[in-house]
């Protein structure tokens, strides 16, 4: 950034749809439009882990958590007529998956984006239409759910406050709902 030159290239196969540093700087996920992510190892400039999904159809968010222990990763179901979507949890130490989450289920669509609160503690979740889910890691529990008023515009993204009182949702149309939690 300081000379505005190029850093570092690194070629993956697919369409990006996220991207995430480690906190420590050393790993880039990349997650592809194919439900994979690749864990790149910046020093090395290699692919040392593709974290793969179900499907191979959707968009793929990756978001490291801020002690960098395990990463979130979006899986999108293939059959589209069930909307199901799936959060999958891994290990960062060896790439072992934790848990997986239904992140949304039917009567609603495709997933769009994820966020992970700066203590660890909270993964939110924003579906294209109306629905936002924040699960309780430890517990796996549901902890909170907007719905938004129907609307033409799609819900494009989410992420917490960095006291993690306030969670923001933006659409497509431009506007944003910022939520007390």
Do not use: C, M
């Amino acid at each position: 950034v300081s000379n505005g030159n190029i850093h570092k290239q690194l070629e993956n196969q697919g369409n990006i749809t996220s991207l995430a540093f480690s906190p420590d700087n050393t790993l880039l996920a990349v997650g592809l439009e194919s439900d994979q992510a690749n864990i790149w190892n910046l020093t090395t400039e290699t692919i040392t882990y593709t974290l793969g999904g179900v499907s191979g159809y959707g968009s793929t968010s990756v978001e490291f958590s801020t002690d960098g222990t395990w990463l979130a990763l979006d899986i999108e179901d293939n059959n589209v007529q069930l909307n199901a979507d799936d959060v999958q949890v891994w290990k960062t130490d060896n790439w072992a998956p934790l848990f997986t989450l239904t992140a949304i289920g039917e009567g609603h669509n495709s997933f769009t984006d994820l966020s992970i609160s700066s203590d660890n503690r909270l993964l939110a979740v924003t579906a294209f239409d109306d629905l936002t889910r924040v699960w309780n890691i430890t517990t796996r529990e549901i902890e909170y759910e907007f719905i938004l008023p129907k609307r033409d515009s799609i819900l494009t993204s989410t992420d917490f406050s960095p006291d993690n009182k306030f969670l923001a949702t933006s659409r497509r149309d431009g506007s944003v709902g910022v939520w007390n939690l």
